[in-house]
T-cell receptor
Framework: DTEVTQTPKHLVMGMTNKKSLKCEQH?????MYWYKQKAKKPPELMFV???????INESVPSRFSPECPNSSLLNLHLHALQPEDSALYLC????????????FGPGTRLTVT | GEDVEQSLFLSVREGDSSVINCTYT??????LYWYKQEPGAGLQLLTY?????DMKQDQRLTVLLNKKDKHLSLRIADTQTGDSAIYFC????????FGKGTRLHILP
């Protein structure tokens, strides 16, 4: 099973709302990632968790707050977003060592109004 | 610095072979990857190659790596309409760096 699931598939939120994106994998991977992807662009790395600890934050604004409650789950808490934050948010997971190929979820399409 | 370059567009007739090319700059990259993204979907890992290999074949897919020229290619044999997608080349050093993606268009 190489499946990464993400919920919700679509999310529309206002600039004053608080919402969360969820990601789950059961491949035993101990590295999990959040990416942001704008239309016709490659994914941009936001955060990396390794063994449930935040290891990389690519200078992401604090209105995005990641959380890794356990080795299978990854959340992204959203607060006071801007319209330019509208994008496809992708979660991925991988082994920590070896080839570390990343397996991606289907993404959450976020629209900020 | 790290950079991955790909041509942005490729048009191929159904049944022909598609060859998508990629160049990278970081000679210390350990693994190189090819991902496929269909409209509205996430990225699907197609294949990857370790930097000490020069070729890897998996069914209709063949990856060629020229480490001296830092050139990677993905060949898709007998291209089908379902192969229409954006293909991302990516290299790994301490993190994955993606190219801008090549949009593969299939002609009937």
């Amino acid at each position: 099973d190489t499946e990464v699931t993400q919920t919700p598939k679509h999310l529309v939120m206002g600039m004053t709302n608080k919402k969360s994106l969820k990601c789950e994998q059961h491949m035993g991977h101990r590295a999990m990632y959040w990416y942001k992807q704008k239309a016709k662009k490659p994914p941009e790395l936001m955060f990396v968790y390794s063994y449930e600890k935040l290891s990389i934050n690519e200078s992401v604004p604090s209105r995005f707050s990641p959380e890794c409650p356990n080795s299978s789950l990854l959340n992204l808490h959203l607060h006071a977003l801007q319209p330019e934050d509208s994008a496809l948010y992708l979660c991925a997971s991988s082994q920590v060592g070896g080839s570390r190929e990343q397996y991606f979820g289907p993404g959450t399409r976020l629209t900020v109004t | 610095g790290e950079d991955v370059e790909q041509s942005l567009f490729l048009s191929v007739r159904e049944g022909d072979s598609s060859v998508i090319n990629c160049t990278y700059t970081d000679s210390s990259s350990t693994y190189l990857y090819w991902y496929k993204q269909e409209p509205g979907a996430g990225l699907q890992l197609l294949t990857y190659i370790f930097s000490n290999m020069d070729m890897k074949q998996d069914q209709r897919l063949t990856v060629l790596l020229n480490k001296k020229d830092k050139h990677l290619s993905l060949r898709i044999a007998d291209t089908q309409t379902g192969d229409s997608a954006i293909y991302f080349c990516a290299e790994r050093h301490d993190k994955i760096i993606f190219g801008k993606g090549t949009r593969l268009h299939i002609l009937p």
